[in-house]
């Protein structure tokens, strides 16, 4: 009976309307056009600074005689029609969308079939007129998916930690949680599970799956993070999709930089902590016609620790990324856009923690390259055609920072890690997307079609050395011979289609249904996607509802674990001399004809609803259940000490949260919001096994590595009554994630993930300081982060033999992060 719940929500949606169909007014909130008349009409056509169309924007017309509203949303192709308009009448505009300049007429006069064209423009950091006024967020009836936003205004103004890192603003958002490596997990899935997009373009790793691509916070003009009812142009995520939009020259050349005073630190006494320069340039290469837009950033971080011995406690990492883009306009219907994205990175010892040492690490470099090619083509009766094409490569390398042996012992790590890893993995995409005109048949459709192919490749090399397991007297327990050398390379061919209508049978009512197909050349299956999404819309109140089936990605990195065997493991007696028996033999491996795709069946439901004093909240219940998960499991049963891990089909996760919301937007563009989520992410199979990280246990159920049962975020800025000061501040809170206890031999004690860290809270607030000075607009920033000086552990001593057992460490502390802007020309 639970599956038949979500069809029962539906039916409950679709009937709903038929109830209060008399109510509807010309209150239009999705582009249906009111009862004809005899009259006129008026098409509108919204496009922004650089004459790409601006789809989703919120028209309303008032007809200034009656006072009577009408109001349209703009489609795929940037156009809203009004029917039936009395040419004897004046009327007045407004134009709105987030993250957009509002644009107003007080007074247009309208005879025969009129067509109006307007100009959005950009939210930008220095406004070029004192008169103009960013769109407040809002409820938006044509919005389907549970979609959460940050544009300009909050990438600029919440003060995040480690703000050179665009992924360290996404925990601000009620559905996204970071765990200690720095990924994100969206809605209780995988980092895997989510698909990250840039510009239209997937970057997520092809092997790990991570969003491992950087770029400068300045480069990005907005992240939208779906979490449920995501379109079935997106495929390949359960989790959800983090998209950035990044930005783009104009006909005004721009200049700004931000050079963060380098931070210090407090704990034990004052130190530095890092230096981020970054800087963007962006003008016209040729006005009206084509544009650039260069973005900047270098990073120096000497990553102090400060639970670790003084002289061995820092692992500096050197960072820098550039993100380049050129807009051409060949003629009015065709926009060809260029992007190229370069990453370097390279980390001196990385790992170091309680138990990993500075010679027990290792060094890391890492490169990331992305280029790209789009063009939009905008047909004379309203349709629009996206193609693109995308290359990007990922390289990883990491080396020990000596040849002694490997030891780990139940306290700590000693002499130099047993591995050396050479990677390299590449992506070339290929993208179409066809939004076709509106057609009328029982209401308004907007049908969209698309396809998708990826070439996937990667190759990987591993040299390793044995390496031993110590009891806590030191004599010799275990160790663990790997193959000296392997190499070995992959490819993956990747192909989907979608169909998808935005269908308005009554004007209070949006129904998204969808379908998908996706094939890949491991997998070889057909995969079918069904989704369907809707909102209904009622004076200040929204309810939004869909189910959808969401297959995943194959997921590379387990192929690249069946590469890497076998690993032979030796037991010795109590002295530490003897061995005990003969070796034990350690496998992976896969069976492809055997395997399915992970599938999930996601259902979701929601409410909006404006209060008094124009504060906008929400509610939102999402449950996520999934089947045919990949995971290794040991076909020996005698013995957890060895066997052949196949991978099988035999995970089960399921995920279910209640968000709450809230948001307050002032007059002079200031916002507050906060958000509780209540959430559940659990699986049937959370022991990860792999060769060169062994750990021996029965695969069993438990709670998912970044299972966070409560979580509280807010931020905001506001004036103070000091000119030109604004206050700024953020705050998260969530609970501790799990962690599992394992005894001398790696074997898990316990129940997986049993253990907690302590609630993890951080509470940034700081002040901001506009002004002019020859005529150049600056502005200076002081920020306190984790004011409040909570520990807020990364790693913890998870071994039972230890002397330290259950030992937190890698505390963040309180810092003092100062930031200087430069932006331009007053």
């Not at 990005?220 to 997106?234: K, L, N, P």
């Amino acid at each position: 009976m639970r599956n038949a719940q979500p069809v029962l929500l539906m039916v409950a949606l679709m009937a709903l309307p038929v109830a209060s169909a008399q109510q509807a007014t010309r209150h239009n909130p999705i582009p249906v056009a009111p009862p004809k008349r005899s009259g006129t009409s008026l098409t509108i056509v919204v496009t922004d600074e650089n004459n790409v169309v601006v789809p989703d924007t919120h028209v309303l017309l008032t007809d200034k005689t009656n006072s009577e509203v009408l109001q349209v949303h703009t489609d795929a192709a940037g156009r809203g029609l009004f029917f039936s308009l009395n040419p004897e009448h004046s009327f007045s505009l407004r134009a709105e969308k987030e993250n957009f300049y509002t644009v107003t007429q007080a007074e247009i006069h309208i005879a025969g079939a009129q067509t109006l064209e307007l100009t959005l423009d950009h939210v930008q950091e220095l406004k070029e007129t004192v008169n103009v006024t960013a769109s407040t967020e809002g409820i938006d009836p044509a919005q389907t998916a549970d979609t959460k936003t940050l544009g300009t205004p909050e990438i600029i103004n919440i003060p995040y930690p480690t703000s050179r890192d665009i992924r360290n603003i996404l925990p601000f958002l009620p559905q996204v949680v970071q765990d200690a490596t720095g990924q994100v997990h969206v809605a209780g899935g995988a980092t895997y599970e989510t698909t990250d997009v840039l510009d239209g373009f997937e970057i997520t790793s092809p092997v790990s799956g991570n969003l491992a691509m950087r770029f400068s916070a300045d480069a990005i003009r907005q992240v939208d993070v779906q979490s449920s009812r995501v379109s079935t142009q997106y495929g390949k995520e359960s989790g959800g999709i983090i998209d950035f939009s990044s930005g783009m020259g104009d006909d005004h050349f721009r200049f700004d930089a931000t050079n963060f005073i380098p931070s210090w630190r407090t704990n034990n006494g004052l130190y530095f902590d890092k230096w981020v320069p970054r800087a963007t340039v962006s003008g016209p290469i040729v006005k009206g016609k084509i544009w650039f837009f260069d973005s900047a950033d270098a990073e120096y971080d000497s990553n102090v620790y400060v639970d670790l011995p003084a002289g061995s406690n820092r692992d500096p990492l050197l960072r820098g990324s550039n993100l380049a883009k050129v807009q051409i306009n060949l003629r009015p219907t065709d926009i060809l856009t260029f992007s190229v994205v370069n990453n370097v990175q390279g980390e001196d010892h990385q790992g170091l923690s309680l138990t990993t040492p500075a010679s027990a690490t290792v060094s890391r470099d890492f490169t990331a390259h992305l280029g790209d090619v789009k063009e939009l083509h905008y047909f004379s009766g309203g349709a629009l055609l996206e193609m693109g094409f995308a290359w990007n490569e990922f390289r990883d390398h990491y080396h020990p920072l000596g040849q002694s042996p490997f030891l780990i012992t139940p306290n700590t790590a000693e002499g130099n890690y047993f591995e050396a890893f050479r990677g390299t993995s590449r992506r070339a995409q290929g993208i179409a997307n066809l939004s076709l005109r509106p057609m009328t048949a029982l209401g308004r459709h907007e049908l969209k079609i698309g396809t998708e192919i990826d070439q996937i490749n990667y190759a990987q090399r591993y040299r390793d050395r044995p390496f031993s397991l110590l009891r806590s007297d030191g004599t010799l327990y275990r160790q663990s011979v790997l193959p000296p050398l392997t190499d070995f390379d992959r490819n993956n061919f990747e192909t989907s289609a979608y169909i998808e209508d935005r269908w308005s049978p009554w004007e209070r009512l949006l129904l998204q249904p969808g379908l998908r197909f996706d094939w890949d050349e491991i997998v070889r299956r057909p995969l079918f996607s069904p989704r369907l999404a809707g909102t209904y819309a009622l004076g200040n109140t929204k309810l939004s509802a869909g189910i959808g089936i969401y297959y995943e990605r194959t997921h590379l990195d387990y192929m690249a674990r069946a590469m890497t065997g076998p690993r032979l493991d030796y037991y010795y007696d109590s002295t530490g001399t003897i061995l005990v028996g003969p070796p034990l033999v350690t496998n992976f491996f896969v069976n492809q004809s055997l395997l399915h795709e992970p599938r999930f069946l996601n259902w979701s439901i929601g409410l909006e609803h404006q209060f008094p004093a124009r504060i906008f909240g929400g509610i939102e219940y999402l449950q996520k259940s999934g089947t045919d998960g990949f995971i290794f499991q040991n076909l020996n049963t005698s013995s957890i000490l060895s066997g052949n891990y196949e991978l099988t089909n035999t995970r089960r996760d399921h995920y279910q949260s209640v968000q709450f919301t809230a948001r307050k937007h002032f007059a002079g563009d200031y916002n507050i919001f906060l958000s509780y989520v209540r959430s559940y992410a659990h699986s049937n199979a959370v022991v990860d096994y792999s060769l060169n990280n062994p750990i021996f246990s029965p695969q069993t159920g438990g709670p998912l590595p970044w299972d966070v049962p409560n979580r509280f975020i807010s931020w905001g800025w506001f004036p103070t009554p000091l000119k030109r000061i604004d206050f700024v501040y953020s705050l998260d809170y969530h609970s501790g994630f799990p962690w599992t206890a394992v005894n001398q031999n790696q074997q898990i004690v316990g129940a997986p993930y049993s253990h907690r860290f302590p609630a993890y809270v951080a509470l940034n607030p700081g002040l901001e300081w506009r002004f002019t000075f020859r005529g150049y607009a600056l502005a200076l920033r002081g920020v306190a982060e984790n004011v409040t000086d909570r520990k807020n552990p990364v790693f913890v001593i998870n071994d039972v033999d230890a002397t330290n057992f259950g030992a937190f460490g890698g505390f963040s502390g309180r810092a003092f992060t100062g930031r200087i802007r430069f932006l331009g020309r007053k």
